[in-house]
């Protein structure tokens, strides 16, 4: 009786893991490049690129060399300053490349290093988002290739891969469980006012939020919900999202990351931007199958 649990549990663990995945990699694919190479054009178009990674920026080379780890060094091999804009094109081609699906295991893995390298070279340009991009661009590196929506498939002509594993995707996902439970106990332990609201009220009094004059938005009830429903949603979420609550959980909690995106200000909003790509990790292609209609 007991090695038929065993074995039942083993196989149950392996299907888990190595079974068949039917994860929405395209969704992951694309919203994670366009969260890489849409703030990456904004520096370069707004100059702040080479100052925060300019040889003469905020951090100079030749203080850089005795605080930043590799790969960082990357930014630092030549004095030559034109040498971050080969950085920079490179990995805006890397990450293009990456949303269209061309040559996508390559170029999810030249974006996750340039994207490491970039985000270590000077962190006070990043707000939180690059630890989820990190292990999202490199789940990608590793995910089943290529993907249906992809140039490598429709123009490449590369077939679909036959066998797929789910490994990767439980790596993504476990991450993601990871970052929401911590998250809650951060909460818990910090001043988050569990029972009154306050640290809502608080934060809609601060520069951050774009609708300061909406009044209604510091009532008591919005206080109260919006401070114990954040909580209940982000610490049920590492648990519900393995049962069947998974797809509708999931889609709230997508809109949960883009009411915070439109309600504060664009300091956030790549943050919100990663999340939502992470989370599609969670997604299936049968949740948005269309349902066979029988014929009578």
Partial sequence: MFSKVISA?????DQFFFGRDETCWALVRIVAALTVLVPLLFLGL???YERFYGHYGMLPRTEAFDVVYWPAFLFLMKSDPAWIWQIY???????LCLALGLWTRIAAAATFFLYVATIQRNMI???????????????LVFAPAPHRFSLDHSVLKKTLPARTESWPARF?????????????????LG????????IWYRITL??????SDADWLRARWVCLLATHGSLLLEGSFPCLVWTRLRFPLVLVLIGF?????VLFCNAVLFFNLAAIAALCGFLQTRDFARPKIARK
């Fill in 89 to 95: 094109w490179a990995t805006a081609v890397a990450s």
């Fill in 125 to 139: 340009s990043f707000n939180g988002e690059c630890c989820i991009l990190a292990f999202t661009l490199l789940a």
């Fill in 257 to 261: 990351h883009v009411v915070i995106a």
């Fill in 46 to 48: 707004s100059g702040n």
């Fill in 172 to 188: 993504l996902q476990f991450n993601m469980c990871m970052v929401y439970f911590f998250t809650t106990v951060g909460k818990l």
């Fill in 191 to 198: 001043q988050w006012d569990v029972g009154t609201g306050e």
């Fill in 9 to 13: 549990s083993l196989r149950r663990l």
């Fill in 206 to 211: 601060s520069d951050w939020f774009r609708f």
